[in-house]
């Protein structure tokens, strides 16, 4: 925006993705986690060298298709978006194989033990989320085919509606492109969020988005003396900070403080993101670079 002499089209794939500190996206949580494990160095020699980045791709259509073309997710580099990572660590006890997994990004508040025979300690399936309208279970295993994969399986159950989902860990090498490619992909993904959680996992506080080329609105959520609150309002009732009605400041002072954020921190955020989204303009060419990612992954 601030580059009148260039479009968004021009700029992004020149641009380079930094990570910054507190602003983690999956792959700054998991350098981040990778970084604090260093400790465990002394008691456990070489965990160090033995971490690693992971990839992933989600939503995965064809799963013997996939794990059977290559040994390697090679012959999909370009009908895949890499769109997620998480730390792990190959294991072996006894004899036997298997791997750890550490997901912040899904904020996973476990590290996930993933046998190759489906044995204790496996993890198997566990509740990752428990709402009133909504509860998420995992489970991950190595693929029969392919060994190279582990299986992500994911089941939400909304009251008598069950989605099952699935995506595919590549767990045979570190996967080096996790700035170039994934945290790069989703500087222009178009569902944002800004969330807390408690040690569980659990959502406890926040916002999040769906990008719009208009009319763009969010939902807030924090929990408050009458039990938790949910709230559905216009970016551009925060344009002009004079003119935001008191009552919305309260509730969106409430939620910053949740959100563990400096004084007013939340309020400013807002502030700049209503001044991003009403510019129409950027955002159709925001949407557009999202679009051509999607559409190149999908083999369009």
Same mark, same amino acid.
């Given at each position: 925006?601030?580059?009148?002499?260039?479009?968004? @089209?021009?700029?992004?794939?020149?641009?380079?993705?930094?990570?910054? %500190?507190?602003?983690?996206?999956?792959?700054?949580?998991?350098?981040?986690?990778?970084?604090?494990?260093?400790?465990?160095?002394?008691?456990?020699?070489?965990?160090?060298? %033995?971490?690693?980045?992971?990839?992933?791709?989600?939503?995965?259509?064809?799963?013997?298709?996939?794990?059977?073309?290559?040994?390697?997710?090679?012959?999909?580099?370009?009908?895949?978006?890499?769109?997620?990572?998480?730390? *792990?660590?190959?294991?072996?006890?006894?004899?036997?194989?298997?791997?750890?997994?550490?997901?912040?990004?899904?904020?996973?508040?476990?590290?996930?033990?993933?046998?190759?025979?489906?044995?204790?300690?496996?993890?198997?399936?566990?509740?990752?989320?428990?709402?009133?309208?909504?509860?998420?279970?995992? @489970?991950?295993?190595?693929?029969?085919?392919?060994?190279?994969?582990?299986?992500?399986?994911?089941?939400?159950?909304?009251?008598?509606?069950?989605?099952?989902?699935?995506?595919?860990?590549?767990? *045979?090498? *570190?996967?080096?492109?996790?700035?170039?490619?994934?945290?790069?992909? @989703?500087?222009?993904?178009?569902?944002?969020?800004?969330? %807390?959680?408690?040690?569980?996992?659990?959502?406890? *506080?926040?916002?999040?988005?769906?990008?719009?080329?208009?009319?763009?609105?969010?939902?807030?959520?924090?929990?408050?003396?009458?039990?938790?609150?949910?709230?559905?309002?216009?970016?551009?009732?925060?344009?002009?900070?004079?003119?935001?009605?008191?009552?919305?400041?309260?509730?969106?002072?409430?939620?910053?403080?949740?959100?563990?954020?400096?004084?007013?921190?939340?309020?400013?955020?807002?502030?700049?993101?209503?001044?991003?989204?009403?510019?129409?303009?950027?955002? %159709?060419?925001?949407?557009?670079? @999202?679009?051509?990612?999607?559409?190149?992954?999908?083999?369009?």
């Amino acid at each position: 925006m601030k580059s009148p002499d260039q479009t968004l @089209n021009e700029f992004f794939p020149k641009y380079n993705p930094v990570i910054r %500190a507190h602003k983690y996206t999956c792959v700054g949580l998991g350098m981040e986690v990778m970084k604090r494990l260093k400790v465990l160095e002394t008691d456990f020699p070489g965990i160090t060298k %033995a971490m690693m980045l992971v990839s992933c791709d989600e939503n995965i259509q064809d799963l013997i298709d996939y794990t059977t073309s290559s040994p390697g997710p090679q012959g999909f580099l370009i009908e895949t978006e890499k769109d997620h990572v998480m730390m *792990a660590i190959h294991v072996k006890i006894e004899g036997r194989s298997g791997v750890f997994l550490s997901d912040l990004g899904y904020h996973i508040s476990r590290v996930v033990t993933v046998m190759a025979d489906r044995c204790y300690p496996h993890t198997g399936w566990f509740t990752q989320s428990e709402e009133p309208h909504c509860r998420k279970e995992y @489970n991950y295993q190595f693929n029969l085919q392919n060994s190279n994969y582990v299986e992500w399986h994911e089941r939400e159950t909304r009251g008598a509606k069950v989605i099952e989902r699935l995506s595919l860990v590549y767990v *045979a090498r *570190a996967y080096l492109s996790a700035v170039s490619v994934t945290e790069k992909r @989703n500087l222009v993904w178009d569902l944002r969020s800004l969330l %807390a959680r408690d040690p569980k996992g659990r959502l406890t *506080a926040g916002i999040y988005f769906p990008l719009k080329p208009k009319d763009q609105e969010f939902t807030m959520f924090f929990e408050s003396t009458s039990g938790k609150q949910r709230k559905k309002l216009k970016f551009a009732t925060f344009l002009e900070l004079q003119k935001i009605p008191d009552e919305v400041v309260d509730e969106v002072e409430q939620c910053n403080d949740q959100l563990r954020l400096r004084d007013g921190e939340l309020l400013s955020i807002l502030k700049r993101l209503a001044t991003i989204l009403a510019d129409e303009e950027y955002m %159709a060419e925001v949407l557009s670079v @999202n679009k051509k990612i999607v559409d190149l992954s999908s083999g369009k």
